[in-house]
């Protein structure tokens, strides 16, 4: 059974920087294509990062977010992680890790409903 866990988030000024972490178990972690979504309140759920099966060098930010979010993997480790810096109060939202078992190599997704399992969500709140 595929598991992600995430850790992270909470309370932070504006202009600050959190690091949102979501580990893997029940497959091998390298043939995942990763993402990481949020769901501001009121708004749909929205694509932040993705990043590639197998190496994690193929990667995708959404505008708003792009020179001030990092995603990266680490295989060993069985995680993939968003580093979110400049964090502005627009980026309140629940986060969301999600995973796409892939036979295809360096391959990332970016619709959502490409994306077979989900983390259980966590919270990071920018104040202003």
């Known amino acids: 059974q595929v598991q992600l866990v995430q850790s992270g988030g909470g309370l932070v000024q504006a202009g600050g920087s959190l690091r949102l972490s979501c580990t893997v178990s029940g497959r091998a972690f390298e043939n995942f294509a990763m993402g990481w979504f949020r769901q501001a309140p009121g708004k749909e759920r929205e694509l932040v990062a993705v990043c590639s099966s197998r190496t994690g060098s193929r990667i995708y930010y959404t505008d708003s977010v792009e020179g001030r979010f990092t995603i990266s993997r680490d295989n060993a480790k069985d995680t993939v992680y968003l580093q979110m810096n400049g964090l502005k109060p627009e980026d309140t939202a629940v986060y969301y890790c999600?995973?796409?078992?892939?036979?295809?190599?360096?391959?990332?997704?970016?619709?959502?409903?490409?994306?077979?399992?989900w983390g259980q969500g966590t919270q990071v709140t920018v104040s202003s």
């Open positions: 999600a995973a796409r078992y892939t036979s295809a190599i360096n391959i990332y997704f970016r619709p959502q409903d490409e994306y077979d399992y």
